[in-house]
């Protein structure tokens, strides 16, 4: 299986970046104020709902960054590590060149 590092490793800055962008989304959910709802939505307990609708996607939001995260960690593992292989596969061929 022939790996593009370049590519692989692209891949792995575009969901890094994308992690960013979903702690960041999270990190702005949920900053409404109880006063903005009015007396109204008060009585009726909007600002309470909100809140609890709020930190359940705050949740869901940092659940996934940090499944990103994990996926651009694997990437730039397996990235590393074809970029290892393909180095030494390259020295082995010098060396089997200098023999024969």
Excluded: F, N
């Amino acid at each position: 299986m022939r790996i593009e590092g370049a590519v692989v490793g692209g891949y792995a800055a575009k969901v890094a970046g994308a992690a960013d962008e979903l702690e960041t989304a999270a990190g702005e959910v949920g900053t409404t104020t109880a006063e903005a709802y009015g007396g109204l939505a008060a009585q009726l307990g909007v600002p309470e709902s909100y809140t609890q609708a709020a930190h359940a996607l705050r949740g869901q939001l940092a659940a996934g960054a940090a499944a990103l995260r994990s996926v651009s960690a694997a990437l730039e593992q397996l990235t590393a590590g074809h970029a290892e292989r393909d180095s030494d596969a390259a020295e082995r061929i010098k060396r089997a060149g200098r023999v024969g």
